[in-house]
């Protein structure tokens, strides 16, 4: 069985989604509901806390097969996501990054005059 992980990674947050292949949510993991609260949710320990929490309840499941990662955000816990995952041993088949990048960005203030 296939699922996916969507991981968002704020600067406040980071919040890990589990999906089956049809996205269906099967559930959510914050870095708050783990016990950080304040700062310190925006750790790298925090987000491996929470991969661990995630990895715990993929150990409910019979055999999963593997997993794929969409990563959304440039937060510091991205690659703690990773080695908390690699710890407990989660087959990881692809990493994905959909990060959204602005094309034009804002329209400047006009010029000031004096």
Request: one cysteine or more; hydrophobic letters at 30%; proline letters at 4%.
């Amino acid at each position: 069985m296939k699922f996916f992980l969507k991981i968002n990674c704020t600067s406040n947050n980071t919040i890990l989604t589990l999906t089956d292949k049809n996205l269906k949510t099967l559930t959510t993991v914050s870095t708050g509901r783990v016990g950080f609260k304040g700062a310190k949710r925006s750790t790298y320990l925090a987000a491996e806390k929470a991969a661990g929490e995630i990895s715990q309840y993929i150990g409910k499941f019979k055999r999963p097969y593997g997993f794929i990662l969409f990563y959304k955000g440039t937060g510091r816990g991205r690659r703690a996501i990773i080695s908390g995952l690699k710890k407990r041993k989660v087959h990881i088949l692809k990493i994905l990054n959909t990060t959204q990048a602005p094309h034009n960005g804002c329209r400047p203030p006009k010029k000031r005059r004096l």
